[in-house]
């Protein structure tokens, strides 16, 4: 900065005698210009510098807070085993041993709020082309957030009756195999929640936990089941279950043929067989005092949600392909069956049940007779129901990608499954 000085100070000196002034009144604007732009890239490289250094320094600081001892004990004033005093004592510590490293701090605090670590710091930088406008100084400020204990992942599958036996059961020689989902069994029975009957029987997830446990053949659940931290409350409990209008269509029975269905109430249930092929126009399709049935036949929708409005609205797929794939904005954006929280037996039987989308059916026990290997391609499927008992033969392959494609996955499945004993961890 001090070369730009010098350099326009000799050019405004000889610009009266110098032939070529204009041009060197031109040459000193531009250089003027091209000084301001140094010294502002100077000032925030400076200040950018400072506050990745002293983030770096209370993020390390606020961990080693927490991580003073192992434990996730968390009672009357004790986190991760020691008092909260303490945790904060090792982190002013911590960072007071990192001061040397840093620029001089203003000031700098760590304190809890409810069971979060806080770190923050602040120190103001003096400035270059700044300071000629009278700001001599910059303030930075940073802050961290740190806790200790488990981390809450997105849920795929999860069996919700907090009691019932058999919530997660798997019987003749079917698998389900589902390496990225997290499966959870909320039910408390003692030890039959999670019941592979037969050695031919395995259940593959990311994670596998009931709030009970298991029975019979549990080293055929991969990883091995665990016993969950807690029962969870329904995640979509604020959500409004679509109720039966005047009636949009009555008994409506498809036998054989194509036929396009639009959006409304149907009284009396819906009943395809025989062969038919149905395509779902987009919409909301309310199903009411009656069974949905696909027998025998194909169904596709693509920004369809199926809600069954009622005890009597229950699903019969039998020997069908099922391929629905849920809205990707409004109200039920996600959702591709939803079903009011009443009880309810649903049957899925020999059929491709290729759904992406969020199957809510909070109440619905499900009875799942699965045979061979059905081809899924949806991206991702998230079951919320009552609970499942599979059985037949063959491999049901559940996909959990929620990343890709355009249904977006609720925000509020999104921190639902607890992952225990993972420490200390950064949440801001």
């Known amino acids: 900065m001090k070369k730009c000085y010098f350099v326009l100070r000799a050019l405004v000196r000889n610009m009266s005698s110098n032939e070529s002034g204009a041009v060197a009144v031109l040459f000193a604007v531009g250089l003027f210009m091209l000084c301001g732009v140094a010294g502002i890239a100077l000032d925030y490289s400076r200040a950018t510098w400072t506050q990745s250094n002293v983030q770096q320094a209370l993020d390390a600081a606020v961990l080693a807070g927490l991580s003073e001892t192992g434990s996730a004990e968390s009672l009357s004033g004790v986190v ?34 409810d069971e979060a670590l806080v770190g923050q710091a602040s120190v103001r930088i003096n400035t270059t082309l700044l300071a000629a406008l009278g700001f001599g100084k910059v303030a930075v400020e940073t802050i961290s957030k740190g806790i200790y ?10 069996a919700m009756h907090p009691t019932r036996k058999h919530t997660l059961e798997l019987n003749g020689s079917v698998s389900v195999i589902a390496p990225d989902c997290n499966i959870y069994g909320n039910s408390d029975n003692f ?14 997830g990311k994670s596998v936990q009931a709030v009970g446990f298991g029975h019979h053949y549990v080293n055929n659940v991969a990883p091995p089941l665990e016993h969950a931290p807690e029962l969870i409350p329904d995640p979509l409990a604020a959500l409004a279950i679509p109720t039966a209008g005047p009636c ?46 696909v027998s025998d ?6 920004g369809i949600t199926v809600a069954l409005a009622d005890s009597s609205a229950t699903l019969f797929w039998t020997s069908s392909q099922i391929k629905l794939t849920a809205p990707t904005s409004g109200q039920y954006a996600g959702m591709a069956v939803i079903g009011a929280r009443l009880p309810a037996n649903h049957i ?6 290729d759904i992406c989308g969020v199957v809510y059916v909070l109440n619905g026990a499900f009875s799942w007779v699965n045979s061979g290997t059905p081809v899924i391609t949806a991206n991702w499927t998230a079951w919320i129901i009552d609970g499942v008992s599979w059985d ?37």
Do not use: W
């Open 149 to 158: 204990g488990s981390v809450h992942e997105p849920v795929c599958f999860m």
């Open 348 to 353: 899925i039987n020999a059929s491709t049940v």
């Open 248 to 293: 949009s269509f009555n008994n409506t029975t498809i036998s054989g043929g194509s036929k396009i269905l639009t959006p409304g109430t149907y009284c009396g249930g819906l009943n395809i067989s025989n062969g038919a092929d149905v395509s779902f126009s987009p919409g909301t399709y309310v199903i009411s005092g009656g069974a949905f049935v």
């Open 80 to 113: 991760g085993g020691s008092s909260k005093d303490q945790k904060i004592e090792i982190a002013n510590k911590y960072f007071g041993a990192n001061l040397k490293h840093l620029p001089k701090l203003d000031k700098f605090s760590f304190a809890f709020e």
């Open 297 to 302: 036949s194909r169904i596709t929708g693509v």
């Open 191 to 204: 030890d039959d929640v999670v019941d592979p009957h037969t050695a031919d029987n395995f259940l593959v």
């Open 392 to 428: 037949g033969d063959g491999t049901l392959h559940y996909n959990f990608d929620i990343n890709t494609g355009n249904v977006p996955y609720p925000a509020a499945l999104m921190n639902i499954v607890p992952r225990p004993g993972v420490g200390p961890r950064l949440v801001f």
